[in-house]
């Protein structure tokens, strides 16, 4: 970087840690993309006379709200809940809810700037939002749950609307809780509309919506690949995580030929040297999604090691798709990667790797595909459920598939446009100036408000 954006990019981010204080996970994601869009600003003025960076990393509003419920024992509960509205430049904001404990400010801002480039991306008319509360649905009752997403609906639900904020699932937000908290808005609204995706397909969901943020993540990393003259086919991989993202990951990956030897909860990671064939992967799916069990047992059913609390980042392999969470990758674990003959990154989890791991990977010249296009298939199949609650309709499970394939090319496509360097391709720069441009024109466009 010339001398000059470096210290542009050192002003700015003084000042922006300065309006933020404490909040390190949104200081990285901008960090990560002013890296690269600042320099492309100094050759197009006109995003500099208009402030765009400045504004982009702003949100529009934020919503920080009281969450009263009532649990099984008749007492009064109260969680925190909020709402980051990001941008709306190029459409509604859209952006998922999270409930877990650990629910911040910090993290929920960076979640929803990611998400404003991540659906920019898309081509889908979608602005950035995201948002949750500091509450748990583990170890609660049916009831509970229901009653606390129906609270938490009846706070949100005067911000939110189909051409306002479309909110969808996240961590801890599955079906279930998106049902109970779109059931709540139609009743106060009084009217059927798509509000909320991830729904259930009897009542305005979409088909492959479950599937969509781990196949997207595979087809982004089939592209790269074969952009580079490589395939799927023969390949090893470590996955992260054994949710829903890391088990439709593991899902595509095996379909397509790659070989899958790990996946991974909080309490460790499984190492199947053998690997997760379809029907070891329907046993994770059972154990974590019915059962709610621990990974740990797959390594005692197929007798294979586990590695306790330890990441899967030390095993050789070719392929390695974090899948779990945030900062998962450290600087040494992307080092160790390489070191290992890892030839490509696929983030199917929102910024799982440090910068300093980020860095290893572009100085190393691998193949790198940030989450903010990796991971877009989830919300562009929300963008497709949006499309068919508008036109009161259904697509087919094949043309759903179809359109995710589509949208995952052209993000591709606009991250080689934008990422073109010194003979090679850098997917962060491309996904980063592919996703400000739509946003900075829209901006412009519209006049200083």
Not at 69 to 83: F, I, K, L, S, T
Not at 386 to 407: A, F, K, P, V
């Amino acid at each position: 970087m010339l001398t000059v954006d470096q210290e542009r990019l050192d002003c700015f981010m003084v000042g922006l840690k300065r309006r933020n204080p404490a909040e390190p996970e949104f200081a990285q994601a901008v960090y990560e993309v002013a890296l690269d869009v600042i320099p492309f600003i100094r050759q197009n003025p006109i995003y500099e006379e208009h402030r765009i960076l400045e504004r982009l990393t702003e949100p529009d509003r934020i919503l920080i709200f009281r969450v009263n419920w009532e649990d099984d024992q008749g007492r009064m509960r109260a969680n925190r809940g909020y709402r980051v509205q990001q941008s709306n430049a190029i459409g509604p904001y859209k952006g998922g809810i999270r409930f877990h404990r650990d629910v911040q400010l910090d993290t929920l801002k960076f979640l929803a700037f990611e998400q404003t480039f991540k659906n920019s991306l898309t081509g889908l008319p979608m602005g950035g939002a995201k948002g949750g509360a500091d509450f748990n649905p583990k170890g609660k009752s049916e009831r509970e749950v229901m009653r606390f997403c129906q609270r938490f609906m009846a706070v949100l639900a005067r911000h939110i609307g189909p051409n306002t904020d479309v909110p969808a699932g996240d961590i801890g937000v599955g079906a279930r809780e998106v049902s109970y908290m779109f059931g709540q808005y139609k009743h106060m609204a009084n009217e059927f509309t798509g509000v909320m995706t991830g729904k259930g397909i009897s009542f305005g969901g979409s088909l492959i919506r479950t599937e969509a943020t781990g196949y997207g993540t595979v087809y982004l990393l089939e592209n790269m690949l074969k952009h580079h003259g490589q395939g799927l086919e023969g390949k090893v991989a470590l996955v992260s995580g054994s949710g829903n993202v890391a088990q439709y990951s593991v899902e595509k990956l095996a379909e397509l030929g790659a070989k899958v030897v790990t996946m991974s909860d909080s309490s460790g990671t499984i190492y199947d040297p053998e690997g997760i064939t379809t029907e070891k992967l329907a046993y994770i799916k059972e154990l974590k999604n019915v059962q709610r069990g621990r990974i740990a047992e797959y390594a005692k059913r197929y007798k294979v090691k586990f590695y306790a609390k330890a990441r899967p980042w030390n095993i050789p392999c070719d392929l390695a798709v974090p899948c779990a969470t945030q900062n998962e990758i450290s600087a040494k674990d992307a080092k160790t990667l390489i070191a290992n003959g890892c030839m490509a990154v696929a983030e199917g989890a929102n910024m799982p790797t440090v910068k300093e791991g980020v860095d290893a990977y572009l100085d190393a010249g691998i193949l790198y595909a940030p989450s903010k296009a990796a991971n877009a298939g989830g919300v562009a199949v929300s963008g497709l459920e949006m499309t068919q609650n508008s036109m009161r309709m259904s697509w087919s499970r094949d043309e759903l598939d179809r359109r995710l394939h589509t949208i995952m090319h052209d993000i591709h496509d606009k991250c080689l446009r934008y990422g073109e360097e010194e003979g090679r391709i850098n997917y962060r720069r491309g996904a980063n100036i592919g996703g400000f441009i739509r946003i900075a024109d829209a901006l412009v466009a519209c006049g200083n408000i």
